[in-house]
């Protein structure tokens, strides 16, 4: 007999359910969303349709726009403001919750559950002073940013569609108004228990644990409630280190690493002022906003533990210090271990040997003290071959820095003589690693001038990019060029 194919429904087949929604009232609010004016689809993400099961077929049905801007519902939609607090600057805010979008419920495809999130959708009862909106230019970045990182292999929320509108909305300019449906396996961030902590609604607290582990963590519902939220903490704990050890290998700084924006599954969550390295800049700040530097690229790792510490907090009213203090124990060398492990694939080593962190160290510092770009770096390392001339990776490094790219390589020829792996089995594994295209500012910026100017092509063919980042699409290559390398360095803006 046949194995039957992926599901493929159309969107009239697709019906929400609500498990979060119907955890009861403390988690949220039932909230219709407020549509946007003159709805138009600008994009549609055929590979989130297809993980959703609907047929990437009806990426034409013109219900879109409509569904997208939250002037229809989905069938078996009950739209849900969720509540939640956190961390923010260091600092807690009690008054947090989704302001501008809501859950619109939850589509199950092939065992697995998918949240769908309207983003702009309008004013909730957690809005504050905001106006529920989402603008052209932060959606198109969420929206990007979800599928570069997914490419990359770093867990992300992502998006299955952006709308645009003609309604104006006020930022630090007039900007274009816009909607997103954010996809992802939870939208549960660590302020959600945070949120039952600091209100001490312990009963509650333990229902957020069961639902998140009957989901994540099936072995576990039938143990008592204690050893439950104890392996969700651990669960956490590691995605977390993953997460990190992920974004420091691509050079992804996120920006707002606010315990709101840290997902409880370990996906990188809510796409504000973030940026990718172009040189390898340890103290890279992406967030104008961020003075000291709190959230600086190269102080993530510490700030993902301190947000841990703080889900660790929350999770006292369940669990003893010790058992707390054990949890993040596990938070170093799991972030440790994995980045070894991802900075060894990116220079092309299978098998592990005792000085490869410290090629790895010297390398960084080697590419800091130049201002090398990263990505073009690995890229070029991945085409590298000790019998070759090492002319493309000397073009990448100022001539200051020749003798020391000289010295580096000798060293990493001989490590590559410990190597079992052909040479060209390397190469090949190093470029399926290195990408070639990575989402730069200048990048994400020339689509969304262009979308905002009506052109919507640009962003299609930069989507398409970023969906392969590894291969080589020879005729964009000019296309994604840097016009100029001030052009590179774009500023970022930061109201969303
Ligand atoms: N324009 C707005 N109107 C109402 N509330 C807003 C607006 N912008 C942000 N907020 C709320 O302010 C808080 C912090 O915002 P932040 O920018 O971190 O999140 P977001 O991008 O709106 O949403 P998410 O975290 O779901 O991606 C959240 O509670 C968010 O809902």
Wanted: hydrophobic share 40%; proline share 5%; with cysteine.
């Amino acid at each position: 007999m046949s194995k039957p194919g992926p599901s493929k429904k159309s969107l009239k087949q697709l019906h929400l359910q609500h498990h979060y929604a119907d955890l009861g009232e403390v988690f949220g609010t039932f909230t219709a969303p407020t549509p946007i004016r003159n709805p138009h689809i600008i994009h549609i993400n055929k590979s989130v349709m297809r993980l959703l099961g609907i047929d990437p077929a009806e990426a034409d049905n013109p219900d879109w726009a409509q569904l997208t801007s939250g002037n229809k519902l989905f069938s078996g939609s009950k739209p849900f403001a969720m509540k939640y607090t956190g961390h923010q600057f260091g600092g807690y805010n009690p008054e947090l919750g989704d302001g501008r979008a809501l859950l619109l419920g939850e589509v199950e495809n092939e065992g697995k559950r998918w949240d769908l999130h309207l983003k702009g959708a309008g004013k909730t009862p957690y809005s504050r002073f905001g106006d529920g909106r989402a603008v052209l230019r932060s959606t198109i970045r969420e929206y990007l940013a979800g599928e570069a990182l997914t490419a990359l292999g770093i867990r992300s929320t992502r998006a299955l569609c952006i709308a645009g509108s003609s309604e104006p909305v006020a930022r630090e300019t007039m900007e274009t108004g816009a909607a997103l449906i954010r996809v992802a396996r939870s939208h549960i961030r660590f302020g959600h228990f945070e949120y039952l902590f600091y209100t001490r609604q312990l009963e509650a607290q333990k229902k957020l644990v069961e639902f998140v582990c009957a989901e994540f963590l099936p072995e576990s519902i039938d143990k008592p409630i204690q050893d439950q939220a104890e392996a969700l903490l651990r669960f956490t704990v590691r995605r977390s280190a993953e997460l990190a050890a992920g974004w420091q290998s691509v050079g992804f700084a996120h920006g707002v690493l606010n315990t709101d924006n840290m997902s409880i599954i370990g996906d990188t969550f809510d796409f504000g002022p973030y940026g990718f390295l172009d040189d390898y800049e340890p103290g890279f700040i992406c967030n104008h906003s961020d003075h000291t530097g709190r959230y600086a690229f190269d102080a993530q790792p510490g700030v993902v533990l301190w947000n841990l510490n703080a889900l660790a907090h929350a999770f006292s009213s369940l669990l003893d210090t010790e058992v707390l203090k054990d949890c993040l124990g596990q938070f170093q060398p799991l972030l440790i271990e994995h980045y070894a492990e991802l900075m060894r694939a990116k220079m092309g080593l299978a098998a592990e040997d005792d000085g490869d962190q410290q090629l790895c160290a010297d390398l960084l510092q080697l590419l800091e003290q130049g201002r090398v770009d990263y990505s073009l770096f690995f890229r070029a390392l991945s085409h590298y071959s000790g019998e070759r001339p090492a002319a493309t990776l000397e073009s990448l490094v100022p001539p200051s820095e020749h003798d020391a790219l000289g010295s580096w390589l000798r060293r990493y020829d001989q490590r590559l003589q410990k190597e079992t792996r052909p040479a060209q089995d390397r190469s090949r594994a190093m470029l399926a690693t290195n990408p070639k295209f990575v989402l730069r500012n200048y990048l994400a910026q020339r689509v969304i001038e262009a979308a905002e100017a009506g052109d919507y092509q640009p962003l299609g063919i930069l989507f398409d990019l970023l969906q392969a980042p590894f291969a080589e699409h020879p005729g964009f290559e000019a296309w994604a060029e840097a016009p100029t390398d001030a052009g590179k360095h774009l500023p970022i803006s930061c109201s969303s």
